[in-house]
């Protein structure tokens, strides 16, 4: 709003607008969070996160054999949901299943932030590829934009694959705060 006043772009009009659209955000996250916790009191009465990691523990497989499902599981999904309401729908079922394999779940949540800014960035949704569009206006076509994030999105799969080959390199710097 300081910016707008100082810019004399401060009406009444825009004011409301940016109101409108700003409840209109906050009741969309509302209704995120209102939906997922519904879906985590579900899971947690059909007891499915107990189900899946006693199955995940009964096929004896190595926890990167886990990442890499949370992986493809983090990319397809990424392209259509955004990353709160992507936490939101999978860490009740991931972190049961993180916890009984007894992985570091500081890793582990590392690894699911660089998940989801690849999903920040990848088409159909990618929602920073849009911010950049919407400041940018109609000087860039958005197929440029999203030729352009490819490579971040190489580079980011280039760093989860240091991070999973060695987690030392996530796990150095908070090793430190003990």
Do not use: C
């Amino acid at each position: 709003m300081i910016i707008a006043a100082v810019r004399r772009e401060l009406t009444f009009a825009t004011f409301w607008s940016a109101i409108k659209d700003t409840l209109h955000g906050t009741a969309s996250i509302f209704l995120v969070i209102i939906g997922t916790s519904l879906l985590t009191r579900f899971l947690a009465l059909s007891q499915v996160p107990s189900f899946l990691s006693a199955q995940f523990i009964a096929l004896d497989a190595t926890p990167l054999l886990f990442i890499l499902a949370i992986a493809v599981i983090y990319f397809l999904l990424g392209m259509f949901v955004d990353s709160i309401g992507l936490m939101l729908l999978t860490l009740p079922i991931i972190l049961p299943v993180a916890l009984a394999t007894d992985m570091n779940l500081i890793w582990l949540g590392i690894i699911l932030v660089k998940l989801l800014e690849v999903g920040l960035v990848t088409p159909p949704v990618g929602l920073n590829v849009y911010v950049i569009k919407s400041a940018l206006g109609d000087k860039i076509d958005l197929t440029v934009i999203f030729r352009g994030v490819t490579w971040f999105i190489v580079m980011d799969f280039v760093a989860l694959a240091l991070i999973v080959a060695f987690p030392m390199v996530a796990l150095y710097l908070p090793g430190l705060m003990r």
